[in-house]
């Protein structure tokens, strides 16, 4: 069901844009651009889960999953939040997967543990025999926006809400963003932490980091 997913397992470059307007008609003419996904940067932007339910709602283009006989859309939707990996940000995360995003960008990771916790944030608890109990997820279901912007039902969600590559069936993916001297010195323990999924550089707080310009 992600276009991003799908693009990176081919082993091809997945490209996309990062963004802060919000409104519907930015949403429809990004629906419909060639690209695999889109980031909604709210790191830096106010965070609005009702502006973000909305904007996901607007990029729902019904004519072309006719056309494809699927629901898949063609840009997959991701979102970076304000708080830094250090903080924690299960709550934030939850709000953003229950409306739709099909990914989520944490920022400044600096350690494994950090990363840890990403990741189970985006995971649900596994079901009895799963061949993935682990890392164990901590996200609560209530998936209602999501279900409807992904077009299907709450089984058929559960089975894709996951983190891939972990899971090659998942269709969530976790980007950990490294902007500090600390975070690029763990990078290989970072990558290493089960259903990450690829890394994000920010190379202005890097650079900072680093006493470089």
Do not use: C
Not at 36 to 58: K, R, S
Not at 86 to 91: D, Q, Y
Not at 137 to 156: C, I, K, T, Y
Not at 160 to 181: R, S, V
């Amino acid at each position: 069901l992600n276009p991003m997913i799908e693009t990176l397992a081919r082993g091809d470059i997945a490209f996309g844009v990062s963004n802060e307007d919000m409104s519907l008609q930015n949403a429809r003419a990004l629906a419909t651009a060639d690209l695999d996904w889109v980031y909604i940067d709210y790191e830096h932007a106010p965070m609005n889960f009702e502006t973000l339910q909305l904007f996901l709602l607007g990029m729902v283009d019904k004519a072309e999953a006719v056309r494809k006989g699927s629901p898949q859309p063609n840009v997959a939707p991701l979102a970076r939040f304000a708080p830094y990996a250090r903080e924690g940000a299960e709550w934030v995360v939850k709000q953003g997967l229950d409306q739709g995003l099909m990914g989520v960008i944490f920022n400044s990771v600096d350690t494994p543990e950090q990363a840890l916790r990403n990741v189970r944030a985006m995971r649900y608890p596994q079901r009895r025999g799963s061949p993935r109990m682990e890392p164990r997820g901590l996200r609560g279901s209530g998936p209602d926006n999501a279900l409807w912007f992904w077009g299907v039902p709450m089984a058929e969600y559960k089975e894709h809400a996951d983190l891939w590559p972990l899971n090659p069936a998942g269709d969530l993916i976790a980007l950990m963003m490294i902007e500090t001297a600390e975070g690029l010195r763990n990078v290989n323990e970072i990558a290493a932490v089960p259903g990450v999924g690829g890394f994000y550089i920010g190379p202005s707080d890097l650079s900072n980091s680093l006493g470089v310009s």
